[in-house]
């Protein structure tokens, strides 16, 4: 099949939230700058009022562009106490048609080579049936996750552990958070979206993968490493503030910063405990500080320039929610980490982080749940100044120089990537 003369045109439709917006503007970038490709972005306006996505949108290409869908009455799905996964897998359905219908107008102006959609993305694969353009799913964390919840399904109950072939093993503790029925379902939904798309693109890389060389070939699927896509390095609409000043005059690697995402929050009480541990450290920290869900008020700056943070030399350590582009930052910025994870997939990300790649120590948590100032303080002094800190210290600058190899021209990621791009390119329309 010939190539066509006009650039090869891909929708791309990340569900909302910062977390997932990042990393499909990441990929749109690549295929544009790189690969020669237009790529259309479908945003949420009911989502886009937040200075954060506002900023991720301002600084687009040539070649990239974004168009926002309609308003839709979703406000009482919002304020229902599930957890983001959950209120994501509720809202995504309520805006089939009016995705239906900004599809059909793209495809008549500038046919789709390819519709990429993520996690939540399922409920709109039916509308790329329809039009026949090839549809695939860009998984915004880890190969293992994307295979523990494909095998996820099989499992009847909570065992011990489960050992997927080439793979760390997952405890109790871990499972039971996943097994459960509500989770149970709502995985098995989500994995199914593995199963009816044309390909599968992973935000991650080879090294960082155990058994991604076991469990991808079996897959009837392809799955592609094409990670890590980070904002790291880009954002030339940064300007240095207060905090950058003070991190200016602080020595080198001596700095731990804190950050539980674009989201997350702890409880009043945990929020305390984990201020009185970091003062009990003596270390020194930056803490972008969301008010705790179960308290009024206004507390101090909610949002930095993470990438630009985790790139600045004072920088010795990440306490992170594990959330999957925090991860990948803080690796190809080799910082190692503290995991806390709070929900989604996070804990199955910390476990891989502490027990499979050995980047990020963990705290110990109390019979309560809750996370005392003591264990803080010996994780954070173990992490700036302990003998664990120098060993997680050095693996994630191994890790840092594979992230980078992947991403070179000839890099495992990047070929991968070219492979896909040329794939799209050849689609017949
Ligand atoms: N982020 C940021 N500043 C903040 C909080 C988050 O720049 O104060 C960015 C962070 O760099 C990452 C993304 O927002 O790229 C958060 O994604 P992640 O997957 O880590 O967590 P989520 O917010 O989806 O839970």
Same mark, same amino acid.
């Given at each position: 099949m010939a190539e066509r003369n006009q650039a090869a045109h891909v929708v791309l439709l990340p569900s909302p939230g910062v977390g997932h917006l990042i990393p499909f503007v990441e990929l749109a970038k690549r295929l544009v700058i790189h690969h020669n490709l237009t790529a259309t972005i479908i945003t949420f306006s009911d989502f886009s009022t937040s200075k954060a996505q506002r900023s991720i949108l301002s600084s687009l290409p040539f070649?990239?562009?974004?168009?926002s869908l309609p308003s839709v009455p979703i406000d009482d799905l919002l304020t229902e106490g599930n957890n983001a996964s959950f209120r994501l897998s509720l809202i995504m359905p309520h805006y089939v048609p009016s995705i239906r219908h900004l599809l059909l107008n793209l495809h008549k102006t500038t046919p789709i080579a390819a519709y990429v959609i993520d996690l939540f993305g399922g409920d709109i694969v039916s509308i790329a049936n329809d039009l026949c353009i090839p549809?695939?799913?860009?998984?915004?964390?880890?190969?293992?996750?994307?295979?523990?919840?494909?095998h996820s399904i099989t499992l009847s109950g909570i065992s011990e552990k489960l050992e997927l072939p080439g793979c760390f093993p997952l405890g109790r503790d871990t499972l039971s958070l996943y097994l459960g029925e509500e989770t149970s379902s709502l995985n098995?939904?989500?994995?199914?979206?593995?199963?009816?798309?044309?390909?599968?693109?992973?935000?991650?890389?080879?090294?960082?993968?155990?058994?991604?060389?076991?469990?991808?070939?079996?897959?009837?699927?392809? *799955? #592609? $490493?094409?990670?890590?896509?980070?904002?790291?390095?880009?954002?030339?609409?940064?300007?240095?503030?207060?905090?950058?000043?003070?991190?200016?005059?602080?020595?080198?690697?001596?700095?731990?910063?804190?950050?539980?995402?674009?989201?997350?929050? $702890?409880s009043f009480e945990q929020t305390q405990e984990l201020a009185l541990g970091l003062e009990m450290s003596k270390q020194r920290f930056l803490w972008v500080l969301h008010p705790p869900f179960d308290a009024d008020g206004k507390l101090v700056t909610t949002w930095v320039s993470q990438t630009h943070v985790l790139t600045h030399g004072a920088i010795g350590g990440f306490l992170s929610h594990c959330g999957w582009?925090?991860?990948?930052?803080?690796?190809?910025?080799?910082?190692?980490?503290?995991? #806390?994870?709070?929900?989604?997939?996070?804990?199955?990300?910390?476990?891989?982080?502490?027990?499979?790649?050995?980047?990020?120590?963990?705290?110990? *948590?109390? =019979?309560?749940?809750?996370?005392?100032?003591?264990?803080?303080?010996?994780?954070?002094?173990?992490?700036? =100044?302990?003998?664990?800190?120098? =060993?997680?210290?050095?693996?994630?600058?191994?890790?840092?120089? =594979?992230?980078? &190899?992947?991403?070179?021209?000839?890099?495992?990621?990047?070929?991968?990537?070219?492979?896909?791009?040329?794939? #799209?390119?050849?689609? &017949?329309?």
């Open positions: 070649g990239v562009s974004y168009v549809k695939y799913l860009f998984f915004t964390s880890n190969f293992f996750f994307l295979a523990f919840q494909h098995a939904k989500l994995a199914r979206t593995q199963e009816v798309v044309d390909g599968i693109l992973v935000n991650s890389f080879e090294t960082l993968e155990e058994g991604y060389s076991q469990l991808a070939k079996d897959r009837k699927i392809p *799955v #592609w $490493l094409v990670g890590p896509l980070t904002r790291v390095g880009s954002g030339s609409d940064f300007k240095k503030d207060a905090i950058f000043t003070w991190l200016d005059q602080q020595p080198i690697g001596s700095v731990l910063f804190v950050s539980f995402g674009s989201g997350g929050t $702890l582009n925090s991860t990948l930052e803080s690796i190809v910025c080799g910082v190692p980490m503290i995991a #806390w994870p709070l929900y989604a997939e996070q804990p199955i990300n910390a476990e891989m982080l502490v027990k499979g790649v050995k980047v990020a120590l963990r705290p110990i *948590v109390g =019979e309560d749940g809750v996370m005392r100032k003591e264990a803080v303080a010996n994780v954070v002094k173990e992490l700036m =100044e302990g003998e664990g800190g120098k =060993e997680v210290r050095n693996r994630i600058r191994v890790m840092m120089k =594979e992230a980078a &190899k992947a991403m070179e021209q000839e890099g495992p990621s990047s070929k991968s990537l070219a492979n896909i791009a040329n794939l #799209w390119k050849m689609t &017949k329309l």
